[in-house]
């Protein structure tokens, strides 16, 4: 038996487009953008941002379209998978693709949007995760 869960937090890249299968099951895709900042060996200040491709489905997938937008700090978990593709120019490339389970709003409280959703159901309103409040945003929380 074996067991994988990742978690991703970071900005939201761009606004998310919800969409149906051709059997009404609701579908949001959006894109995360998770950077971490670090000093080099020689002071200089480093930065590297991995950006993900996230899919939501049904009720998750409603919560996503309805609350999320550009630039929202979250926190996702779910599955993840790699595939490898080459990009217009010929150069190898990795695409990451997280299939959500549920994901954590971090923004400042009273943005309007409940704190954590999950598949089955989002949580009631109520602002930042005291976990996770504060800070600054560039650095993982854990």
């Not at 709003?105 to 089955?120: I, N």
């Amino acid at each position: 038996m074996s067991y994988q869960k990742t978690i991703v937090v970071g900005n939201v890249g761009r606004d998310p487009e919800m969409r149906y299968t051709p059997s009404g099951v609701p579908v949001t895709s959006f894109s995360v953008a998770a950077s971490r900042r670090w000093t080099d060996q020689s002071g200089q200040q480093q930065e590297k941002t991995t950006w993900f491709r996230v899919t939501c489905w049904r009720k998750l997938a409603e919560t996503a379209a309805q609350y999320l937008q550009k630039g929202k700090l979250i926190l996702v978990e779910g599955d993840i998978d790699a595939s490898a593709y080459t990009d217009r120019e010929g150069h190898p490339r990795a695409s990451l693709e997280l299939t959500a389970t549920n994901f954590r709003f971090l923004g400042a409280r009273g943005e309007g949007a409940p704190e954590a959703a999950t598949a089955g159901h989002a949580v009631a309103p109520g602002g930042a995760s005291e976990e996770f409040a504060g800070g600054d945003e560039g650095e993982l929380p854990f």
